[in-house]
């Protein structure tokens, strides 16, 4: 039930005539309502890993004399203080995606770039979880390149975007598909161009063809119950809440690939089932071809 609020305003039209206005402000009350549930959240998501550190802290110096025990707790709160960077690296994302304004932000983006880039930001965590992330460029295996991060970008994968917000909506695609799959399990990142015979109006005389950049991150982890699948798009949403906390989540992670995807012009969306994977697609509308040249 969306309850509607009302303010009345009493205005005067002249020496002794009044108008009473009644202004809808439930709009007004929503905002401040996500706003305020916002920062609850946020606090207490920052609560339990601060807390715990400092509780493991102190449990640290009455263990001094056992070093496996002083290793076992350092270690806790190194993965500790990681959720907390995470987080905080989330909410800057989340602020930044929501400043933006698509137009300023909008250049020529190589996505095989920015998706090679979002692999290497994940690849500490896939090999402590020994998970073979894969990259495939229309249909074949990408070498990545290990000493050349700058390596020679692709022109037919060029999206306007903004380099920062795509490669964090892959990052995140792709520390999910880490975060939610068994040890040992294997994830692959699809990168092709879609669309390339598909007119917008065949019958046109005018008609353009139109091209997308595609990006999947496929996993064969854990899956998303149905029921769950149209909220974990929203913040703070997990399927569940204990798991996906234990296993380091922020409940941000996909919120901000959506809205930084959706800003310019792409969507994403997903395919998943329970016990069998997942698999999340980007696309974005590829740039105009560069005529400059
Ligand atoms: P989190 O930081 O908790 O992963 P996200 O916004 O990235 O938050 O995702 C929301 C929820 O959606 C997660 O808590 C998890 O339950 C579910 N989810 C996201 N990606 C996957 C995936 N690849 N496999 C299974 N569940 C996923």
């Not at 799959?181 to 353009?208: F, N």
């Amino acid at each position: 039930e969306q309850a509607t609020h009302t303010r009345v305003r009493i205005g005067a039209i002249d020496d002794d005539a009044y108008a009473v206005f009644l202004d809808d402000v439930s709009e007004q009350r929503r905002f401040e309502e996500v706003r305020r549930d916002f920062v609850t959240n946020v606090s207490h998501e920052l609560k339990t890993p601060s807390g715990a550190i400092a509780l493991l802290a102190e449990t640290i110096s009455d263990a001094v004399d056992d070093p496996d025990a002083v290793r076992y707790f350092a270690g806790r709160i190194t993965k500790e203080s990681e959720r907390l960077n995470q987080l905080v690296r989330h909410l800057i994302d989340l602020q930044r995606v929501q400043d933006m304004s698509a137009m300023q932000a909008t250049q020529r983006v190589d996505a095989l770039a920015a998706v090679r880039e979002a692999i290497e930001l994940n690849a500490t965590s896939a090999q402590e979880r020994q998970i073979d992330v894969r990259l495939t460029v229309d249909g074949q295996m990408h070498q990545m390149p290990q000493m050349h991060p700058s390596a020679s970008s692709d022109s037919r994968f060029e999206v306007l975007a903004d380099r920062e917000s795509l490669t964090t909506a892959v990052r995140n695609l792709v520390e999910n598909a880490i975060r939610y799959s068994p040890q040992h399990g294997s994830v692959v990142v699809v990168l092709e161009r879609a669309g390339d015979t598909a007119p917008i109006d065949a019958a046109s005389t005018h008609a353009v063809p139109t091209h997308a950049v595609r990006i999947r991150v496929v996993d064969q982890g854990i899956g998303i119950p149905k029921d769950a699948q149209a909220r974990v798009f929203e913040r703070f949403y997990r399927v569940d809440a204990a798991r996906s906390r234990a296993t380091g989540g922020s409940g941000l992670g996909l919120s901000i690939a959506k809205h930084g995807i959706e800003e310019h012009g792409g969507s994403l969306s997903m395919w998943s089932h329970e016990g069998f994977g997942s698999t999340f697609t980007i696309e974005l509308p590829a740039a105009p071809e560069n005529t400059e040249a």
